[in-house]
């Protein structure tokens, strides 16, 4: 049974709240901007901001998030980038028992982002980060881009009509 030192009624325990921190601190740390951490792990938005400009430096930047994925699946490479993603990103959720088409999963993004990383690391021009993961993954639940399978190459793409994301960027 937890003291009321280990929990807030109501709320999330000690240890949980610090897990969420120590989550919040390895996506600042990657680029990924505090409002978007404080909505799914319910953390006070000013003090991810002064966390971010611990961890990396700087103030966060500050400025609306694009409305949805599609400029960032529509420049050169990224659209196999993005697959190559996906598709880590989906094995992590199935190894989890998480169904990644109908909710966002911070963790497993962290986690599918670094190891996405390993096959594709970052160059100047061209590169997937956290925060762009996560408007594919938002835009795949939110049914904006749709994951189609080829039969041709036998591998998922990403479908979007008004990006002219329509045919298998492997296979065409």
Known sequence: MNSHVDSIPNGPTVSEIIS???????????????PLIARHLHLPGHMLRRLWEQVNGRPAPRGQFPPDSTRLLTAPGATTEAV??????????????VNVHRAIDLTLLLRAH???RLLFP??????LSLQGTYFIARDIVTHTVEVRYCKSCRIHYLYHLQASLVSCPFCG
């Open 20 to 34: 969420r921190i120590d989550l919040a601190i390895a996506m600042l740390s990657s680029g990924m901007r505090p």
């Open 84 to 97: 190559a993603w996906w598709s880590v990103y989906y094995r992590l959720g199935s190894d989890a028992g």
């Open 114 to 116: 670094r190891q996405y």
């Open 122 to 127: 970052p160059k100047p021009d061209r590169g």
